[in-house]
T-cell receptor, first 109, second 118 residues
Framework: LAKTTQPISMDSYEGQEVNITCSHNNIATNDYITWYQQFPSQGPRFIIQGYKTKVTNEVASLFIPADRKSSTLSLPRVSLSDTAVYYCLVGDWIGDMRFGAGTRLTVKP | GAVVSQHPSRVICKSGTSVKIECRSLDFQATTMFWYRQFPKQSLMLMATSNEGSKATYEQGVEKDKFLINHASLTLSTLTVTSAHPEDSSFYIC??????????????FGPGTRLTVL
């Protein structure tokens, strides 16, 4: 299983764009990259998933370089409610998903 | 997206008693469900993989006789914490994958169950 490395914490201000980068040097050919958001005392919530290049949905964008050894979650114009822990996971279609330490994002007014 | 529910959402029990936590996939069939445990300020730790109709696969260091997992149907997995002790107090989260082929390779998580052992 590919191990992931993320910054432990990040601070931002309301209205700014936040980019969280995740390293996964040992990613396998069949692995996808998935990002989850977790608020205290809640289960993780799916944000976005990608395999290569760029993926965008209504809440975020995911940038994946050609070598796929890293990925960047981009949150446009964050608000206070985006304060949460963000997890980057790497895995294939059938395997389990193991969480790294995650990035604790704090959005300040 | 698909929904995974857990029951109860929180439970307080006395030391030495057993507690059962249910995990249900509400609108899809889940041949595989996963159980995680999360301590305060820490990440989720995978405890076991629950397979419908067969024995669960436990992670190293997780006592299978203490954390009994039953996956009797395609929509229900249960985790029973036997002879609970205060150190078992934690946030337990289940997840399931929808292998129907629709949508993304997404693992759906339940809302979690807060267990407090007195």
């Amino acid at each position: 299983l590919a191990k992931t490395t993320q910054p432990i914490s990040m601070d931002s201000y309301e209205g700014q764009e936040v980019n969280i980068t995740c390293s996964h040097n040992n990613i396998a050919t069949n692995d996808y990259i998935t990002w989850y958001q977790q608020f205290p005392s809640q289960g993780p919530r799916f944000i976005i998933q990608g395999y290569k290049t760029k993926v965008t949905n209504e809440v975020a964008s995911l940038f994946i370089p050609a070598d796929r050894k890293s990925s960047t979650l981009s949150l446009p114009r964050v608000s206070l409610s985006d304060t949460a822990v963000y997890y980057c996971l790497v895995g294939d279609w059938i395997g389990d998903m193991r969480f790294g330490a995650g990035t604790r994002l704090t959005v300040k007014p | 997206g698909a929904v995974v529910s857990q029951h109860p959402s929180r439970v307080i029990c006395k030391s030495g008693t057993s507690v059962k936590i249910e995990c249900r996939s509400l609108d899809f069939q889940a041949t595989t469900m996963f159980w995680y445990r999360q301590f305060p300020k820490q990440s989720l730790m995978l405890m076991a993989t629950s397979n419908e109709g067969s024995k669960a696969t436990y992670e190293q260091g997780v006592e299978k006789d203490k954390f009994l997992i039953n996956h009797a149907s395609l929509t229900l997995s249960t985790l029973t914490v036997t002879s609970a002790h205060p150190e078992d107090s934690s946030f337990y989260i289940c997840s399931a994958r929808d292998f129907s082929g629709q949508g993304e390779n997404e693992q759906f998580f339940g809302p979690g169950t807060r267990l407090t052992v007195l």
